[in-house]
Nanobody, 120 residues
């Protein structure tokens, strides 16, 4: 079993920055993609940013040039640096990984979510 623990959410003023981190633990075999999703009230969960094990990144158009995703394969962590935050970035942010094991094959795991609120 794999567990994901997120940290770094909170309240920030518009234009501010936050850094989200997610650490995977448990029976780790191989982690492929790692990513961050977000869900605001009344909306569907959407992809914010993702990164492959080789370092290829993908961003939602709304955060390109503002957010940066990175990962540490040795520590099984993924980080989302969020700059120039806007009120519309307010949401619960979820960490997600695609994990492979010989028993389960490729399986997706979610973190518990961390609240990000951008408000003055």
């Amino acid at each position: 079993q794999v567990q994901l623990v997120e940290s770094g959410g909170g309240l920030v003023q518009p234009g501010g920055s936050l850094r989200l981190s997610c650490a995977a633990s448990g029976s780790i075999f191989r982690i492929y993609a790692m990513g961050w999703y977000r869900q605001a009230p009344g909306t569907q969960r959407e992809l914010v940013a993702a990164i492959t094990s080789g370092g290829t990144t993908n961003y939602a158009d709304s955060v390109k040039g503002l957010f940066t995703i990175s990962r540490d394969n040795a520590k099984n962590t993924v980080t989302l640096q969020m700059n120039s935050l806007k009120p519309e970035d307010t949401a619960v942010y979820y960490c997600n990984i695609a994990h492979w094991s010989e028993i389960a094959g490729i399986k997706g795991y979610w973190g518990q979510g961390t609240q990000v609120t951008v408000s003055s």
